[in-house]
């Protein structure tokens, strides 16, 4: 099983920091009815390749519950949607590998 090393998770977790922190302020610019800005902000979020899934689904729902146009909310919607059950559908088979792994060392116990 790959580790990953100190170094790696401090890298993520600047990474991680970063979106946080732009996904705050394109709430702060919607918070403060600063519509079009907010738009822009997290326009380029999505547009980063390197988005976590978890900012990318609530920069998709900040986007639907900001733009003006019920067509392009509604798409927004569903791609928050479709992000969301792919997500979940790894995280079921991951966690599912999971546990045989954890089962087998509790046979072995």
Known sequence: ME??????????????LSFKTSFEEATTLQE????????????????DAGIPR????????????TVGDLGEAHQHW?????LWRIVR??????MGVLRVEIERFEEDS
């Open 54 to 65: 978890y900012y990318g689904i609530k920069t998709l729902l900040l986007l639907v519950s």
């Open 89 to 94: 559908r790894w995280l079921d088979a991951t």
């Open 3 to 16: 580790q990953i090393d100190a170094d790696t998770m401090k890298e993520m977790d600047a990474v991680d």
């Open 32 to 47: 403060e009815d600063r519509l079009e800005e907010c738009i822009e902000k997290a326009e380029a979020l999505l547009a």
């Open 78 to 82: 569903m791609d928050a949607e479709t």
